[in-house]
C-alpha cells in the first residue's frame, strides 16, 4: 500500500535547468511533508518540509509548492547544478503516529554540466 | 550534530542464519525506525520505537523483530535470514513528533 507517489523514477536537467518532482499523497491526515536528499553510500538528510498550512516554503534554490485541495507537493530546484546530483525522496507523517515517516519510492536526478 | 550510527556497512549472510543490525544515536531522541530501502520501492518502515521497550510494526514487518533495550539504541532482527532480505536497511532516530529524522549510513546485506 503505497500511501505517497512520487514522480518521475529518474530525471535528467541541464546545468542552470529547473528540477521537478511531484508526489501525490491519500491520506487527509498528513501534516507534515518533508524532502529528502541522498547522496550515494549515504543515508537520507532533510532538505527542506512544509506543513499543511502554507502554499509555498523557499530555502534558497529549492521550493516547496502544496496543494492541499489536490493532495499534492512538489520540489522545484531552480538554477540546478551537478552537485544537485542524488536521488531525492518526498514524504509524509501525521500526528500520533510516533514520528513516523511514509515515504515516495524516490526520484534519481542527474543535472549534466 | 546529530549522529545515528550503524554497527556495519556491509553484511553478507547465510540463507537461516539469525543476523542482527545494530543502530546507536547520540541525541537523547525517543523515536527510532528501520528501514529498507530498495530500487523504485523508496524508503518501507519495518519498525519503530517511540520509547524504551516499546515497538511498533511498519508497514512490512514480517520475518523482521526489533529490540529497545536502552533509549539510544535500536537493533533490528532477522530470525531466519532469506535471499529476499537482501538490501540496503537504514536506521532513523527524531525527536517529538513531525520533526526531522536523522539517518545512519545504511547496512548493505546480502544474504546468500
Known amino acids: 500500500q503505497q500511501q505517497v507517489k512520487q514522480s518521475p523514477q529518474s530525471l535528467i536537467v541541464q546545468k542552470g535547468g529547473i528540477s521537478i518532482i511531484n508526489c501525490a499523497y491519500e491520506?487527509?491526515?498528513?501534516?507534515?511533508f518533508p524532502w529528502y536528499q541522498q547522496f550515494p553510500g549515504k543515508g537520507p538528510a532533510l532538505l527542506i518540509a512544509?506543513?499543511?498550512?502554507?502554499s509555498e516554503k523557499k530555502e534558497g534554490r529549492f521550493t516547496i509548492s502544496f496543494n492541499k485541495s489536490a493532495k499534492q507537493f512538489s520540489l522545484h530546484i531552480m538554477d540546478s547544478q551537478p552537485g544537485d546530483s542524488a536521488t531525492y525522496f518526498c514524504?509524509?507523517?501525521?500526528?500520533?503516529?510516533?514520528?513516523?515517516?511514509?515515504f515516495g519510492q524516490g526520484t534519481e536526478l542527474s543535472v549534466k554540466p | 550534530d546529530v549522529k545515528v550510527t550503524q554497527s556495519s556497512r556491509y553484511l553478507v549472510k547465510r540463507t537461516g542464519e539469525k543476523v542482527f543490525l545494530e543502530c546507536v544515536q547520540d541525541?537523547?531522541?525517543?523515536?527510532m525506525f528501520w528501514y529498507r530501502q530498495d530500487p523504485g520501492l523508496g524508503l518501507r518502515l519495518i519498525y519503530f520505537?517511540?520509547?524504551?521497550?516499546?515497538?511498533e510494526k511498519g508497514d512490512i514487518p514480517e520475518g523482521y523483530s526489533v529490540s529497545r533495550e536502552k533509549k539510544e539504541r535500536f537493533s533490528l532482527i532477522l530470525e531466519s535470514a532469506s535471499t529476499n532480505q537482501t538490501s540496503m536497511y537504514l536506521c532513523?532516530?527524531?525527536?517529538?513528533?513531525?520533526?526531522?529524522?536523522?539517518f545512519g549510513q545504511g547496512t548493505r546485506l546480502t544474504v546468500v
Open positions: 532513523a532516530s527524531s525527536f517529538g513528533l513531525n520533526t526531522e529524522a536523522f
Open positions: 491520506n487527509t491526515a498528513f501534516d507534515y
Open positions: 512544509i506543513r499543511p498550512d502554507v
Open positions: 514524504a509524509a507523517s501525521m500526528k500520533g503516529q510516533g514520528g513516523k515517516l511514509i
Open positions: 541525541m537523547d531522541h525517543e523515536n
Open positions: 520505537s517511540y520509547d524504551v521497550k516499546m515497538k
